[in-house]
C-alpha cells in the first residue's frame, strides 16, 4: 500500500491548544505504577506487600495499602466519511488521495500533543477501526487511510449518534466529511451543546466554499462547533507541482 503523505492544510492552533490543556487536565486512576500515592486503604485479597504502608501498618494494628496515581490518556476519535459522491467532479482516486493525506496530517498532529486517536470508518464493507497511543504507532493510522475506501451508503448522524455512544467519554471528535445534512447538522450540535468539543472539517471540490453566515452552517457555530473547511485547488495545485519537480517531469491528470 502506498502511505499517505500528511496535507498541512491549516494551522490549528486552537486544536493544539485545546489538546495541551486536555492533557494538563487529565484524570488518573488507581494503580502502581507511580510514585505519588493516591490513597490507602485497608488491605484486600490480592494485595502485593509491597504496597504495604507499614508505618501506618503499625500505628493502627491493620495492614494498609497504598495505591498510586497513574494518568489517563485522553483519547481524540476521528470519524473518516469519505463520501466521494459529494466531491464530484473530483475523480474517485484523487479524491481518495486528498481525503486521507488531510486525514494522516490530522491524526498526526493530535498524536504528537500527546493523545491517543481513535480512528473510524464505515465503508461498504462495514465498520472498521485502528488505534494509536504514539507516536511510534502512527504507520498504524497511515495503514488504515491506506486501505480505506468510500463510505457505504450509511446514515452520517446515525454513525456519530452510535460511536459516542460506544465511547461515551470521549471528549474530543472530529468528523472528516465533504457532505453535511440537516441530520447530521442536529446530532453534532446536539453533541457540542452536551459538552463534547467537535471539531467538523469540510472537504470541498471546485464549489465556493461557504461562508461562515450560510444558514445551515449557523447551528453548528452557535453550538461551538469548529469548522474548517480544506479546499481541494491549492491541494491539487501543491501535488502537480510535487510531481513536476520529478526527474521523470511526469504530472497529475486534472
Not at 482516486?93 to 481513535?118: M, N
Not at 449518534?161 to 446530532?187: D, K, W
Request: proline share 5%.
Amino acid at each position: 500500500a502506498v502511505l499517505p503523505a500528511a496535507y498541512a492544510f491549516a494551522r490549528l492552533p486552537e486544536l493544539t491548544a485545546l489538546l495541551r490543556e486536555q492533557q494538563q487536565q487529565r484524570s488518573w486512576k488507581p494503580g502502581s505504577d507511580l510514585d505519588t500515592i493516591a490513597d490507602i486503604r485497608q488491605q484486600q485479597p490480592g494485595d502485593a506487600l509491597k504496597r504495604a504502608h507499614w508505618k501506618l501498618t503499625a500505628r493502627m494494628d491493620e495492614l494498609m495499602i497504598r495505591e498510586f496515581e497513574n494518568p489517563l490518556q485522553q483519547e481524540t476519535m476521528i470519524l473518516c466519511d469519505m463520501a466521494h459522491q459529494a466531491a464530484s467532479p473530483i475523480s474517485q482516486q484523487l479524491y481518495s488521495d486528498f481525503f486521507c493525506d488531510s486525514a494522516a496530517y490530522l491524526s498526526s498532529l493530535i498524536l504528537h500533543e500527546g493523545s491517543a486517536v481513535r480512528m473510524i470508518a464505515w465503508t461498504g464493507e462495514g465498520r472498521i477501526e485502528t488505534a494509536a497511543t504514539h507516536s511510534g504507532q502512527e504507520s498504524d493510522l497511515l495503514l488504515f487511510l491506506a486501505r480505506l475506501s468510500a463510505s457505504g451508503h450509511w446514515q452520517p448522524e446515525r454513525l456519530i449518534e452510535e460511536e459516542l455512544a460506544r465511547y461515551p467519554n470521549t471528549r474530543i471528535f472530529c468528523y472528516i466529511t465533504s457532505r453535511l445534512q440537516e441530520a447530521t447538522i442536529r446530532q453534532l450540535t446536539l453533541n457540542a451543546l452536551d459538552g463534547r468539543d467537535i471539531w467538523l472539517f469540510l472537504l470541498r471540490g471546485n464549489e465556493p466554499i461557504p461562508d461562515d453566515q450560510d444558514m445551515s452552517l449557523l447551528p453548528l457555530l452557535q453550538a461551538g462547533v469548529n469548522i474548517h473547511t480544506i479546499d481541494f485547488d491549492p491541494y491539487r495545485a501543491g501535488r502537480t507541482g510535487q510531481e513536476a519537480s520529478r526527474p521523470d517531469g511526469k504530472g497529475v491528470a486534472g
